[in-house]
């Protein structure tokens, strides 16, 4: 089967704790990205990469960190910096962009971090 | 990136056909315009993109005026399960930062029995 996967679909950590989400795809894609929805709120860009061992930042990438090591996985760090930390986590993936196509963007299930 | 309105909310009853609007006034040339669903606690899933005039897919029909300032997801026939939040986005998808789509609020659509 073909997807994206996160783990751990929830997730406690104590304040000031450092946590990795995982971020795992075996859709062969180059592209993944990171983002952040908070209840009742769209999708915000945290991270994107378009290649191995390359990442750009998006629009609130303060206090979060990323790695890309692998073309299939796309860690996340929330720092103890990240401020407001609670929230739902959504890896996507997709080709990657350019030419004369449109590559939509697959997400994985999610995850829901809480910080006690 | 063009900034998109949409309604917050709306309601609507079984084997009704529902349209949700979304309004782009400053679409740039280059632009597509995607809409996407959203399930509680799930990731979004693409549904349909469009450049102008009509696309059609077996989920969903896109319209597109002339002036490309607005655009209509129609889903026909909705039924309880198609209850999700849609959110459309407009940008560049063609260019290598392409798909750095920004997800507005969404609207909120509760389909009722």
């Known amino acids: 089967d073909g997807g994206i996967t996160q783990s751990p679909k929830y997730l406690f950590r104590k304040e000031g704790q450092n946590v990795t989400l995982s971020c795992e795809q075996n859709l062969n894609h180059d592209a993944m990205y990171w983002y952040r929805q908070d209840p009742g709120q769209g999708l915000r860009l945290i991270y994107y990469?378009?290649?191995?061992?390359?990442?750009q930042k998006g629009d609130i990438a303060e206090g979060y960190s990323v790695s890309r090591e692998k073309k299939e996985s796309f860690p996340l760090t929330v720092t103890s910096a990240q401020k407001n930390p609670t929230a739902f986590y959504l890896c996507?993936?997709?080709?990657?962009?350019?030419?004369?196509?449109?590559?939509?963007?697959?997400f994985g299930p999610g995850t829901r971090l809480t910080v006690l | 990136l063009a900034k998109t309105t949409q309604p917050i909310s709306m309601d609507s009853y079984e084997g009704q056909e529902v349209n949700i609007t979304c309004s782009h006034n400053n679409i740039a040339t280059n632009d597509y315009i995607t809409w996407y669903q959203q399930f509680p606690s799930q990731g979004p899933r693409f549904i349909i993109q469009?450049?102008?005039t009509k696309v059609t897919n077996e989920v969903a029909s896109l319209f597109i005026p002339a002036d490309r300032k607005s655009s209509t997801l129609s889903l026909p026939r909705v039924s309880l399960s198609d209850t999700a939040v849609y959110y459309c986005?407009?940008?560049?998808?063609?260019?290598?930062?392409?798909?750095?789509?920004?997800f507005g609020g969404g609207t909120r659509l509760m389909v009722k029995p």
């Open positions: 469009g450049y102008k």
């Open positions: 990469s378009q290649i191995v061992n390359d990442f």
């Open positions: 996507a993936s997709s080709t990657f962009a350019g030419g004369n196509s449109y590559n939509e963007q697959f």
């Open positions: 986005l407009v940008g560049d998808v063609l260019n290598n930062a392409g798909n750095m789509l920004t």
